[in-house]
Protein backbone atom coordinates (compact mmCIF):
# COMPACT_ATOMS: atom_id res chain seq x y z
CA UNK A 1 0.00 0.00 0.00
CA UNK A 2 2.82 2.24 0.23
CA UNK A 3 4.54 1.87 -2.80
CA UNK A 4 1.28 2.65 -4.50
CA UNK A 5 0.45 5.51 -2.24
CA UNK A 6 3.97 7.21 -3.10
CA UNK A 7 3.88 6.25 -7.04
CA UNK A 8 0.35 7.93 -7.14
CA UNK A 9 1.81 10.64 -5.34
CA UNK A 10 4.58 10.77 -7.85
CA UNK A 11 2.43 10.15 -11.07
CA UNK A 12 0.34 13.24 -10.60
CA UNK A 13 2.58 15.09 -9.18
CA UNK A 14 5.02 15.07 -12.75
CA UNK A 15 1.55 14.74 -14.57
CA UNK A 16 0.55 18.08 -13.11
CA UNK A 17 3.86 19.78 -14.26
CA UNK A 18 4.30 18.22 -17.36
CA UNK A 19 1.23 19.20 -18.67
CA UNK A 20 1.94 23.21 -17.74
CA UNK A 21 5.58 22.91 -18.48
CA UNK A 22 4.33 21.45 -22.00
CA UNK A 23 1.53 24.22 -21.72
CA UNK A 24 3.67 27.01 -21.43
CA UNK A 25 4.99 26.57 -24.92
CA UNK A 26 1.57 25.98 -26.15
CA UNK A 27 0.38 29.35 -24.78
CA UNK A 28 3.01 31.61 -26.21
CA UNK A 29 3.03 29.51 -29.69
CA UNK A 30 -0.79 30.16 -29.69
CA UNK A 31 -0.21 33.87 -29.06
CA UNK A 32 2.60 34.07 -31.89
CA UNK A 33 -0.34 32.46 -34.35
CA UNK A 34 2.71 29.40 -34.81
CA UNK A 35 0.11 26.03 -35.20
CA UNK A 36 1.04 23.60 -32.52
CA UNK A 37 0.42 20.35 -34.24
CA UNK A 38 0.51 17.74 -31.04
CA UNK A 39 0.15 18.31 -27.12
CA UNK A 40 0.81 15.17 -25.41
CA UNK A 41 1.02 14.12 -21.60
CA UNK A 42 3.58 11.12 -21.73
CA UNK A 43 5.58 9.91 -24.89
CA UNK A 44 3.33 7.78 -27.27
CA UNK A 45 6.08 5.93 -29.74
CA UNK A 46 3.84 3.27 -31.67
CA UNK A 47 0.15 4.25 -29.78
CA UNK A 48 -1.37 6.79 -27.78
CA UNK A 49 -3.83 5.81 -24.49
CA UNK A 50 -5.86 8.26 -25.80
CA UNK A 51 -6.15 10.95 -28.54
CA UNK A 52 -8.30 13.83 -30.11
CA UNK A 53 -8.33 16.51 -32.33
CA UNK A 54 -9.42 19.82 -31.75
CA UNK A 55 -8.85 22.33 -34.62
CA UNK A 56 -5.34 22.05 -35.65
CA UNK A 57 -3.62 20.26 -32.57
CA UNK A 58 -3.73 16.66 -31.26
CA UNK A 59 -4.06 16.18 -27.72
CA UNK A 60 -3.61 12.65 -26.53
CA UNK A 61 -2.04 10.74 -23.48
CA UNK A 62 1.05 8.23 -23.97
CA UNK A 63 1.88 4.99 -22.35
CA UNK A 64 5.57 5.96 -21.40
CA UNK A 65 5.47 8.39 -18.77
CA UNK A 66 9.00 9.84 -19.17
CA UNK A 67 7.34 13.23 -19.53
CA UNK A 68 5.42 15.11 -21.88
CA UNK A 69 6.34 16.71 -25.31
CA UNK A 70 3.87 19.87 -27.75
CA UNK A 71 5.09 19.28 -31.50
CA UNK A 72 5.21 22.96 -33.04
CA UNK A 73 5.23 23.20 -37.06
CA UNK A 74 8.42 23.77 -38.52
CA UNK A 75 10.74 23.07 -35.68
CA UNK A 76 13.59 20.25 -34.93
CA UNK A 77 13.26 18.92 -31.65
CA UNK A 78 12.69 15.34 -30.57
CA UNK A 79 10.06 14.21 -33.29
CA UNK A 80 12.89 14.78 -35.86
CA UNK A 81 10.47 15.18 -38.58
CA UNK A 82 12.72 15.54 -41.36
CA UNK A 83 10.44 15.70 -44.32
CA UNK A 84 8.54 18.66 -42.88
CA UNK A 85 11.79 21.01 -42.74
CA UNK A 86 12.70 20.44 -46.40
CA UNK A 87 9.58 22.05 -47.49
CA UNK A 88 9.60 25.85 -47.73
CA UNK A 89 8.74 27.44 -44.87
CA UNK A 90 4.99 28.64 -43.74
CA UNK A 91 3.97 31.66 -42.09
CA UNK A 92 2.28 29.37 -39.26
CA UNK A 93 5.71 27.62 -38.45
CA UNK A 94 7.92 28.36 -35.77
CA UNK A 95 11.13 29.06 -38.00
CA UNK A 96 9.00 31.63 -39.28
CA UNK A 97 8.60 33.74 -36.44
CA UNK A 98 11.06 36.22 -35.27
CA UNK A 99 13.64 35.38 -33.00
CA UNK A 100 12.44 36.58 -29.72
CA UNK A 101 8.99 35.28 -30.16
CA UNK A 102 10.97 31.98 -31.02
CA UNK A 103 12.68 32.47 -27.88
CA UNK A 104 9.68 33.12 -25.46
CA UNK A 105 7.96 30.13 -27.03
CA UNK A 106 11.36 28.01 -26.22
CA UNK A 107 10.74 29.72 -22.59
CA UNK A 108 7.27 29.18 -22.01
CA UNK A 109 8.07 25.94 -19.68
CA UNK A 110 10.24 27.00 -17.79
CA UNK A 111 8.64 30.51 -17.26
CA UNK A 112 5.46 28.19 -16.84
CA UNK A 113 7.11 25.72 -14.43
CA UNK A 114 8.95 28.97 -12.11
CA UNK A 115 4.75 30.42 -11.94
CA UNK A 116 3.52 27.21 -10.77
CA UNK A 117 6.20 27.37 -7.86
CA UNK A 118 5.25 30.74 -6.92
CA UNK A 119 1.62 29.62 -6.80
CA UNK A 120 2.05 26.80 -5.19
CA UNK A 121 4.43 28.17 -2.47
CA UNK A 122 1.68 30.96 -1.94
CA UNK A 123 -1.14 29.01 -1.53
CA UNK A 124 0.52 26.49 0.41
CA UNK A 125 1.53 29.02 2.72
CA UNK A 126 -1.52 30.87 2.87
CA UNK A 127 -3.76 27.84 4.09
CA UNK A 128 -0.75 26.27 6.26
CA UNK A 129 1.56 28.91 7.31
CA UNK A 130 4.80 27.81 8.35
CA UNK A 131 5.88 25.08 11.49
CA UNK A 132 9.26 24.99 12.03
CA UNK A 133 12.01 24.37 15.47
CA UNK A 134 14.29 27.29 15.46
CA UNK A 135 17.49 26.81 16.64
CA UNK A 136 17.72 28.33 19.84
CA UNK A 137 14.69 26.30 20.47
CA UNK A 138 16.40 23.49 20.67
CA UNK A 139 16.57 23.22 24.35
CA UNK A 140 18.42 19.97 25.21
CA UNK A 141 21.10 20.58 21.96
CA UNK A 142 21.90 18.16 19.38
CA UNK A 143 21.94 15.19 18.85
CA UNK A 144 24.86 13.48 16.46
CA UNK A 145 25.70 10.26 14.55
CA UNK A 146 28.34 8.50 13.65
CA UNK A 147 28.86 11.35 10.60
CA UNK A 148 28.85 14.20 12.91
CA UNK A 149 31.17 12.50 15.57
CA UNK A 150 33.79 11.95 12.94
CA UNK A 151 33.36 15.99 12.36
CA UNK A 152 33.61 16.61 15.83
CA UNK A 153 30.39 17.41 17.42
CA UNK A 154 29.16 16.10 20.26
CA UNK A 155 25.37 15.24 22.06
CA UNK A 156 24.55 18.05 23.79
CA UNK A 157 26.44 20.55 21.64
CA UNK A 158 24.56 23.50 20.98
CA UNK A 159 24.68 25.15 17.25
CA UNK A 160 25.54 28.80 17.61
CA UNK A 161 26.57 29.83 13.59
CA UNK A 162 27.82 28.14 10.34
CA UNK A 163 30.67 30.24 9.27
CA UNK A 164 29.56 32.69 11.22
CA UNK A 165 25.86 32.99 9.79
CA UNK A 166 23.19 31.62 12.10
CA UNK A 167 20.39 29.36 11.31
CA UNK A 168 17.00 30.09 12.15
CA UNK A 169 15.05 26.71 10.91
CA UNK A 170 17.01 23.86 12.77
CA UNK A 171 15.63 21.69 9.97
CA UNK A 172 18.08 23.33 7.61
CA UNK A 173 21.56 23.24 9.30
CA UNK A 174 22.80 20.33 7.12
CA UNK A 175 21.29 21.87 4.61
CA UNK A 176 23.42 25.20 5.27
CA UNK A 177 26.90 22.74 6.33
CA UNK A 178 26.25 20.71 2.41
CA UNK A 179 25.36 23.16 0.13
CA UNK A 180 27.37 26.38 0.97
CA UNK A 181 30.50 24.19 1.56
CA UNK A 182 30.90 25.71 5.24
CA UNK A 183 34.34 25.83 6.44
CA UNK A 184 33.41 25.55 10.11
CA UNK A 185 30.47 25.27 12.79
CA UNK A 186 30.52 27.04 15.70
CA UNK A 187 29.25 25.74 18.99
CA UNK A 188 28.45 25.73 22.49
CA UNK A 189 29.88 23.03 24.46
CA UNK A 190 29.78 22.98 28.13
CA UNK A 191 29.47 26.60 28.54
CA UNK A 192 32.26 27.15 26.15
CA UNK A 193 32.03 28.04 22.50
CA UNK A 194 34.04 25.91 20.30
CA UNK A 195 34.99 26.40 16.26
CA UNK A 196 34.59 22.75 14.76
CA UNK A 197 35.89 22.77 11.70
CA UNK A 198 34.29 20.80 8.56
CA UNK A 199 37.09 18.81 6.73
CA UNK A 200 37.27 18.09 3.11
CA UNK A 201 37.23 14.20 3.15
CA UNK A 202 33.96 14.50 5.41
CA UNK A 203 32.06 15.56 2.68
CA UNK A 204 30.98 12.46 0.28
CA UNK A 205 29.75 10.71 3.72
CA UNK A 206 28.02 14.43 4.68
CA UNK A 207 26.30 14.40 1.18
CA UNK A 208 25.43 10.12 1.90
CA UNK A 209 23.56 11.22 5.20
CA UNK A 210 22.54 14.68 5.43
CA UNK A 211 20.48 13.76 8.65
CA UNK A 212 23.63 13.77 10.56
CA UNK A 213 22.13 16.15 13.10
CA UNK A 214 19.19 16.16 14.86
CA UNK A 215 17.49 17.54 17.72
CA UNK A 216 17.91 15.72 21.07
CA UNK A 217 15.06 14.17 22.90
CA UNK A 218 13.99 12.11 25.12
CA UNK A 219 13.44 8.26 25.33
CA UNK A 220 9.70 8.09 24.83
CA UNK A 221 7.62 5.04 24.09
CA UNK A 222 5.16 6.07 21.69
CA UNK A 223 3.70 2.50 20.66
CA UNK A 224 5.01 -1.21 20.05
CA UNK A 225 5.27 -3.50 17.29
CA UNK A 226 2.95 -6.82 17.25
CA UNK A 227 6.24 -8.67 19.03
CA UNK A 228 8.27 -6.29 20.96
CA UNK A 229 10.66 -7.19 23.70
CA UNK A 230 9.82 -4.13 25.49
CA UNK A 231 6.44 -4.25 25.96
CA UNK A 232 6.90 -7.62 27.58
CA UNK A 233 9.80 -6.29 29.46
CA UNK A 234 6.91 -3.87 31.39
CA UNK A 235 7.28 -0.81 29.44
CA UNK A 236 3.98 1.41 28.66
CA UNK A 237 3.07 3.78 26.14
CA UNK A 238 4.45 7.30 27.41
CA UNK A 239 6.89 5.89 29.79
CA UNK A 240 10.14 7.94 29.54
CA UNK A 241 13.34 6.36 30.51
CA UNK A 242 15.56 8.71 33.33
CA UNK A 243 18.65 6.06 34.38
CA UNK A 244 19.87 2.76 33.76
CA UNK A 245 21.22 1.57 36.79
CA UNK A 246 21.20 4.65 38.42
CA UNK A 247 22.97 5.92 35.51
CA UNK A 248 21.38 8.75 34.25
CA UNK A 249 19.91 8.13 30.58
CA UNK A 250 17.61 10.76 29.93
CA UNK A 251 18.47 11.60 26.10
CA UNK A 252 17.78 9.20 23.02
CA UNK A 253 21.58 8.75 22.87
CA UNK A 254 22.45 8.09 26.42
CA UNK A 255 19.69 5.27 26.12
CA UNK A 256 20.93 3.57 23.29
CA UNK A 257 24.73 3.56 24.21
CA UNK A 258 23.37 2.48 27.78
CA UNK A 259 21.88 -0.79 25.38
CA UNK A 260 24.78 -1.18 23.61
CA UNK A 261 27.07 -1.16 26.93
CA UNK A 262 24.81 -3.54 28.59
CA UNK A 263 23.97 -5.89 25.85
CA UNK A 264 22.73 -9.69 26.94
CA UNK A 265 22.85 -7.87 31.10
CA UNK A 266 20.26 -8.01 33.35
CA UNK A 267 19.27 -4.41 34.10
CA UNK A 268 17.22 -1.55 35.99
CA UNK A 269 15.51 0.99 34.06
CA UNK A 270 13.67 3.59 35.71
CA UNK A 271 10.94 5.38 34.57
CA UNK A 272 9.25 8.27 34.18
CA UNK A 273 5.11 6.97 34.22
CA UNK A 274 2.49 10.23 34.65
CA UNK A 275 3.82 11.56 37.67
CA UNK A 276 5.00 8.58 39.48
CA UNK A 277 8.78 6.79 39.05
CA UNK A 278 8.79 2.97 38.00
CA UNK A 279 11.20 0.69 37.64
CA UNK A 280 11.62 -1.84 35.22
CA UNK A 281 13.85 -5.41 35.84
CA UNK A 282 15.13 -6.77 32.73
CA UNK A 283 17.68 -8.15 30.96
CA UNK A 284 18.83 -6.73 27.52
CA UNK A 285 18.44 -8.20 24.45
CA UNK A 286 21.95 -9.60 23.12
CA UNK A 287 21.15 -7.25 19.90
CA UNK A 288 20.57 -4.40 21.94
CA UNK A 289 17.11 -3.33 20.87
CA UNK A 290 13.92 -3.68 22.80
CA UNK A 291 11.84 -3.12 20.13
CA UNK A 292 10.28 -0.45 21.16
CA UNK A 293 8.39 2.73 18.73
CA UNK A 294 9.99 6.25 20.18
CA UNK A 295 8.06 9.41 19.95
CA UNK A 296 10.26 11.54 17.38
CA UNK A 297 8.45 14.28 16.85
CA UNK A 298 9.77 17.63 18.10
CA UNK A 299 5.86 19.14 18.85
CA UNK A 300 6.40 16.92 21.45
CA UNK A 301 9.33 18.29 23.36
CA UNK A 302 9.74 21.74 22.08
CA UNK A 303 8.30 25.23 21.44
CA UNK A 304 7.50 25.51 17.51
CA UNK A 305 7.41 28.55 15.58
CA UNK A 306 4.50 29.21 13.75
CA UNK A 307 3.77 32.35 11.55
CA UNK A 308 0.74 32.35 9.53
CA UNK A 309 -0.10 34.50 6.28
CA UNK A 310 -3.10 36.34 4.94
CA UNK A 311 -3.96 36.48 1.35
CA UNK A 312 -2.24 39.13 0.10
CA UNK A 313 1.19 38.29 2.28
CA UNK A 314 1.55 35.06 1.11
CA UNK A 315 2.34 36.13 -2.55
CA UNK A 316 5.50 37.94 -1.60
CA UNK A 317 6.60 35.24 0.65
CA UNK A 318 5.78 32.69 -2.28
CA UNK A 319 8.15 34.42 -4.39
CA UNK A 320 10.71 34.62 -1.91
CA UNK A 321 10.23 30.97 -1.15
CA UNK A 322 10.44 30.25 -4.46
CA UNK A 323 13.94 31.63 -5.45
CA UNK A 324 15.69 30.49 -2.01
CA UNK A 325 14.47 27.32 -3.19
CA UNK A 326 15.68 27.59 -7.07
CA UNK A 327 19.25 29.34 -5.46
CA UNK A 328 19.64 26.19 -3.29
CA UNK A 329 18.90 24.02 -5.83
CA UNK A 330 21.65 25.39 -7.84
CA UNK A 331 23.98 25.13 -5.65
CA UNK A 332 23.13 21.51 -5.09
CA UNK A 333 23.48 20.78 -8.64
CA UNK A 334 26.95 22.47 -8.51
CA UNK A 335 28.18 19.26 -6.19
CA UNK A 336 27.68 17.48 -8.84
CA UNK A 337 30.96 19.06 -10.69
CA UNK A 338 32.91 18.52 -7.27
CA UNK A 339 34.32 15.24 -7.90
CA UNK A 340 36.07 15.54 -4.15
CA UNK A 341 32.22 15.26 -2.55
CA UNK A 342 31.07 12.40 -4.50
CA UNK A 343 27.39 13.78 -4.73
CA UNK A 344 27.35 12.22 -8.47
CA UNK A 345 27.16 8.79 -6.18
CA UNK A 346 24.24 9.88 -4.58
CA UNK A 347 22.28 11.62 -7.59
CA UNK A 348 18.92 9.33 -7.93
CA UNK A 349 16.01 8.85 -10.61
CA UNK A 350 12.53 8.38 -10.18
CA UNK A 351 12.39 6.00 -7.20
CA UNK A 352 14.48 8.63 -5.08
CA UNK A 353 11.65 11.07 -6.14
CA UNK A 354 8.91 8.83 -5.07
CA UNK A 355 10.55 7.75 -2.03
CA UNK A 356 10.59 11.34 -0.85
CA UNK A 357 7.03 11.13 -1.10
CA UNK A 358 5.33 10.52 2.28
CA UNK A 359 3.84 6.76 2.96
CA UNK A 360 0.62 8.19 3.64
CA UNK A 361 -1.39 11.12 1.83
CA UNK A 362 -0.52 14.80 3.22
CA UNK A 363 -1.49 17.27 0.75
CA UNK A 364 0.86 20.02 2.33
CA UNK A 365 3.71 17.69 1.51
CA UNK A 366 2.12 16.67 -1.73
CA UNK A 367 2.23 20.90 -2.96
CA UNK A 368 5.70 21.34 -1.50
CA UNK A 369 6.91 18.51 -2.80
CA UNK A 370 5.24 19.27 -6.25
CA UNK A 371 6.58 22.91 -6.23
CA UNK A 372 10.37 21.80 -5.29
CA UNK A 373 9.75 19.39 -8.88
CA UNK A 374 8.63 22.56 -10.45
CA UNK A 375 11.80 24.27 -9.81
CA UNK A 376 13.91 21.22 -10.71
CA UNK A 377 12.28 21.10 -13.54
CA UNK A 378 12.13 24.47 -14.46
CA UNK A 379 16.13 24.56 -13.92
CA UNK A 380 17.34 21.17 -15.93
CA UNK A 381 15.39 22.55 -18.46
CA UNK A 382 16.98 25.84 -18.52
CA UNK A 383 21.01 24.36 -18.86
CA UNK A 384 22.01 24.39 -22.74
CA UNK A 385 21.59 20.91 -23.49
CA UNK A 386 20.27 20.21 -27.18
CA UNK A 387 16.95 18.89 -26.67
CA UNK A 388 15.98 20.34 -23.51
CA UNK A 389 14.99 24.14 -23.94
CA UNK A 390 18.09 25.84 -22.84
CA UNK A 391 19.62 24.09 -26.11
CA UNK A 392 17.54 25.65 -28.05
CA UNK A 393 17.77 28.83 -26.38
CA UNK A 394 21.08 28.87 -26.67
CA UNK A 395 21.20 28.59 -30.40
CA UNK A 396 18.22 31.25 -30.20
CA UNK A 397 20.57 33.99 -28.11
CA UNK A 398 23.84 33.33 -30.36
CA UNK A 399 21.59 33.83 -33.66
CA UNK A 400 20.17 37.03 -31.68
CA UNK A 401 23.49 38.57 -31.18
CA UNK A 402 25.06 37.34 -34.85
CA UNK A 403 22.14 37.36 -36.75
CA UNK A 404 23.12 33.71 -38.42
CA UNK A 405 20.78 31.59 -37.59
CA UNK A 406 22.03 28.25 -37.25
CA UNK A 407 21.81 25.64 -40.26
CA UNK A 408 18.83 22.74 -39.96
CA UNK A 409 21.78 20.29 -40.39
CA UNK A 410 23.26 21.06 -37.71
CA UNK A 411 20.11 21.73 -35.30
CA UNK A 412 19.04 18.10 -36.31
CA UNK A 413 22.71 16.48 -35.05
CA UNK A 414 22.58 19.13 -31.92
CA UNK A 415 18.77 17.56 -30.87
CA UNK A 416 20.94 13.67 -31.95
CA UNK A 417 23.23 14.27 -29.58
CA UNK A 418 21.09 16.25 -26.89
CA UNK A 419 19.03 13.79 -26.56
CA UNK A 420 22.00 11.12 -26.18
CA UNK A 421 23.49 12.72 -23.45
CA UNK A 422 19.67 12.84 -21.61
CA UNK A 423 19.43 8.87 -22.21
CA UNK A 424 22.58 8.61 -21.24
CA UNK A 425 22.02 10.75 -17.88
CA UNK A 426 19.01 9.08 -16.80
CA UNK A 427 20.10 5.54 -17.26
CA UNK A 428 22.96 6.95 -14.77
CA UNK A 429 20.31 8.29 -12.52
CA UNK A 430 18.01 5.33 -12.40
CA UNK A 431 20.87 3.08 -12.24
CA UNK A 432 22.23 4.49 -9.26
CA UNK A 433 18.87 4.00 -7.60
CA UNK A 434 18.77 0.15 -8.67
CA UNK A 435 22.10 -0.65 -7.80
CA UNK A 436 21.32 1.17 -4.14
CA UNK A 437 18.04 -1.17 -4.13
CA UNK A 438 21.01 -4.44 -3.73
CA UNK A 439 23.20 -2.41 -1.70
Not at 392 to 412: A, S
Amino acid sequence: MEILVKTTQLLLSLSILVILHEFGHFFFARLFKTRVEKFYLFFNPWFSLFKVKRGETEYGLGWLPLGGYVKISGMIDESMDREQMKQPPQPYEFRSKKSWQRLLIMLGGIIFNVITAFVIYSFVLFTWGERYLKTENAVNGIMVDSTGIKMGLQNGDFILDIDGQKTENFRLIPHDVIVNNARYIKVLRNGEEKSIPVPEWIWPELIKNPTFVQPRIPFVVQGFPDESYGKNAGFEIGDRVVAINDSAAVFYDEVKNGLNTHKGQEVVFSVLRKKDTVQIHTRIPDDGLLQIFLETTPDSFFVMNEKSYGFFESFPAGVERTFTTLGSYVKQFKLLFQPETKAYESLGGFISIGKIFPAEWDWLAFWSMTAFLSIILAFMNFLPIPALDGGHVLFLLVEMVTGRKPGDKFLEYAQMVGMFLLIALLLFANGNDIIKLFK
